[in-house]
Nanobody, 125 residues
Framework: QMQLVESGGGLVQAGGSLRLSCAAS????????MGWFRQAPGKEREFVAA??????????YYSDSVKGRFTISRDNFKNTVYLQMNSLKPEDTAVYYC????????????????WGQGTQVTVSS
């Protein structure tokens, strides 16, 4: 059974950093595109970043709102994906979800296959 478990969330001051982890089981992430999404209170879930499987192009993608501040990476040996978040802003406050897909998407912001339970990130001003 596929499972994605996020960790690393917490409370941080604006300008600070956090690193989120997503540990996968029941799947080998080297064959999957892995992504991070977030959902703030009262808002829809939004795409944050994705690291595409090398089976396609192996590219990484970011939303404009986090480009230059967040970095997604994967450790295929540990079967874990990371999201390094720097220069955090109060508007980054949200529940962050890990996602995975074995399918190719022309726009990974629409990927909707497997999800973790989420981890809360709160950025205080």
């Amino acid at each position: 059974q596929m499972q994605l478990v996020e960790s690393g969330g917490g409370l941080v001051q604006a300008g600070g950093s956090l690193r989120l982890s997503c540990a996968a089981s029941g799947l080998t992430i080297s064959g999957y595109t892995m992504g991070w999404f977030r959902q703030a209170p009262g808002k829809e879930r939004e795409f944050v970043a994705a690291t595409e499987t090398a089976r396609w192009t192996g590219s990484v993608y970011y939303s404009d709102s986090v480009k230059g501040r967040f970095t997604i990476s994967r450790d295929n040996f540990k079967n874990t994906v990371y999201l390094q978040m720097n220069s955090l802003k109060p508007e980054d406050t949200a529940v962050y979800y890990c996602a995975s897909t074995s399918r190719y998407y022309s726009d990974y912001a629409t990927m909707n296959d497997y999800w973790g339970q989420g981890t809360q990130v709160t950025v205080s001003s």
